[in-house]
């Protein structure tokens, strides 16, 4: 009760990795004031399990740690946000737009050149997509312009004349019967006659990747998290509880 809201204020603080072996230093500390620097009789991810679920409720710093930075990812896709770094790491990665980052496949190599906070970022909500089951590569949020998982020509699209229209991400060209034909999007976004070569290659491309045509895609697993319309009081604490019965081990079975 004590340290836990004094590491969690660093957590949402500093959005940087900590030191390395900081968590494992951490859970050593604590293990050894628990069993008062005894051999521990019950291993620590046992104690970290819900009481009603077999623990003792201790705290996981590492998941509470990816929990604040999701709720930074937030931020990201919310445009309005009045937060002022929001335009400052909008502007680091244009033009990749920042709401569609953390959907975009971006390499190692170009993630890094957004330093270290943005990497992190992106590092910290890959671990959590992992934990959820992940990665979700094409989800209603997969952004159609700069994504790296969808090419032609092993270049990502980059289409001006659609973005500037307001079509960007699949949940743009999908509905519930499947992606939209050119006659429907031409008239939602007022689309140049033109750019139905577009349509055929963005088609070609979402068969090439296994991206059904005839059903619509699904939402993103965390979207819940980040949708702005979910309200932002205790989302900390709702990530960490969904993140951690993930994280469950079994308990070894005691025999009398």
Not at 14 to 43: C, D, G, Q, V, Y
Not at 44 to 68: C, H, I, V
Request: glycine share 6%.
């Amino acid at each position: 009760m004590n340290v836990l809201p004094r590491v969690n204020f660093l957590f949402s603080m500093l959005p940087l990795p900590p030191p390395e072996h900081f968590f494992k230093e951490l859970n050593t500390a604590i293990s050894r004031f628990i069993w008062m620097k005894k051999k521990p009789r019950i291993r620590l991810k046992t104690m970290q399990r819900k009481k009603l679920d077999g623990g003792l409720s201790l705290p996981n710093f590492e998941l509470y740690n990816l929990a604040f930075q999701i709720r930074g990812i937030r931020i990201w896709v919310n445009s309005d946000s009045p937060v002022p770094w929001r335009v400052l790491e909008a502007n680091i990665i244009h033009p990749v737009r920042l709401q569609d980052l953390p959907f975009s496949g971006i390499s190692k190599s170009l993630k890094k050149t957004y330093g270290p906070i943005i990497e992190y970022l992106l590092d910290a909500w890959k671990k959590v997509e992992k934990i959820m089951g992940g990665p979700f590569l094409y989800t209603k949020t997969t952004p159609l312009w700069h994504n790296n998982r969808l090419c032609t020509g092993n270049k990502p699209f980059v289409f001006k004349t659609w973005s500037d229209a307001g079509v960007h991400t699949l949940n743009d060209i999908y509905c519930d019967n499947g992606l939209k034909s050119f006659q429907d999007l031409s008239a939602e976004f007022s689309l140049p006659g033109f750019s139905f070569f577009l349509y055929l290659r963005l088609r070609s491309a979402l068969k090439a990747y296994g991206v059904p045509w005839a059903t619509n895609v699904l939402s993103h697993p965390l979207w819940e998290w980040l949708n702005i319309d979910t309200p932002s009081s205790g989302l900390v604490s709702k990530i960490y509880n969904s993140i951690l019965l993930l994280q469950y081990t079994s308990i070894p079975k005691i025999w009398f």
